[in-house]
């Protein structure tokens, strides 16, 4: 393990970085980025993985749905967090000296992976993000979301970023 903030790894060292569900954790992006740089050899790819809730979709509509998910989102910038990162990747990698950048985005919907597996990929997890107090606040929240999912019409979906980007 490392702290990408201080990296102690040797320079120019790595053809590859990968980076799956961390930046929304990050309070400095840029210096992460920056420090990998560092890291890659002259034509290393870095890739990194991660999700942007504006990309996070569940029918039929729920007004809990939209609320515990602002409401972890909320969450994790208390922590330093950005669950917003995704579609933010492409212009930080370009400001961090990155070339070659390109940002696609792949759907995970609940016909593949079952809704039951949905919730818990996109819902259930975030109430690690909240305080004891907003778990609380939450809970009626996550009852809803969990009633309408048992809807024969229920459906959702999470974009997944793919940021790739090389080191010149």
């Known amino acids: ?47 990194v993985l991660d999700v942007d809730d504006n990309w996070t979709s569940f029918s039929p509509a729920s007004d809990a749905f939209v609320k515990f998910i602002r409401r972890a989102g909320a969450g994790q910038k208390r922590k330093g967090g950005n669950r917003l990162i995704g579609s933010q990747l492409f212009g930080l990698l370009n400001r961090a000296g990155y070339k070659n950048v390109s940002t696609a985005i792949h759907p995970i919907t609940s016909e593949e992976i079952g809704i039951n597996y949905f919730l818990g990929v996109a819902v259930l997890f975030r109430m690690e993000m909240l305080g004891k107090l907003q778990k609380l606040l939450a809970l009626p929240q996550l009852r809803k979301i969990k009633k309408a999912a048992q809807a024969d019409n229920a459906w959702g979906a999470v974009g997944i970023f793919v940021t790739t980007g090389t080191k010149g």
């Open 1 to 47: 393990s490392g702290n990408v903030y201080e990296l102690t790894l040797p320079e120019n060292s790595f053809d590859f970085v990968y980076s799956r569900f961390v930046f929304q954790h990050l309070e400095q992006p840029e210096m992460a980025l920056k420090n990998i740089l560092k890291v890659l050899k002259p034509g290393g790819v870095l890739c």
